[in-house]
């Protein structure tokens, strides 16, 4: 499933009790669900979030970059995901996790990224993503 490629507004079934991020552990759920893949969700003139993942429970918001660095880590922590159940009020009730991918990710910035609570995602060989989280890392629910 891994491999699968999931297409804007398409939906994938995860029949596991846990969503993983590239065979990672993301968080866990009471039961299977249907996950929504959409990119990217905007409102005009509010908000703009690269990959947003939704099931009954809750929502993984993705922020997209280039190059990583530490003022755009915070500007996601800071600014954008506290506006996002405002944003989009429909997805109030659920849990919120944030993460950050990029093409180029420095090991500090990476680390910077996941002491703030984030899933930290980058590109790997073969044009996928790759989750760079230490395997003890325990991500942050937003509100």
Request: glycine share 8%; charged share 25%.
């Amino acid at each position: 499933m891994a491999a699968e490629k999931i297409a804007p507004g398409r939906s994938l079934h995860i029949q596991k009790m846990r969503v993983r991020l590239c065979g990672r552990p993301a968080f866990a759920l009471s039961e299977p669900h249907v996950f929504l893949y959409e990119y990217p969700v905007m409102k005009k003139g509010s908000g703009e979030y690269d990959i947003v993942a939704v099931n009954r429970e809750a929502v993984l918001v993705i922020e997209v970059k280039n190059k990583l660095q530490n003022r755009m880590v915070d500007n996601f922590v800071e600014n954008k995901l506290p506006r996002f159940k405002k944003i989009f009020p429909e997805y109030q009730g659920r849990r919120l996790f944030g993460g950050m991918g990029a093409l180029v990710v420095k090991d500090s910035v990476g680390r910077y990224a996941e002491r703030a609570g984030l899933y930290v995602l980058t590109q790997t060989i073969a044009g996928g993503a790759s989750l760079t989280n230490r395997k003890n890392f325990q991500a942050k629910e937003f509100s």
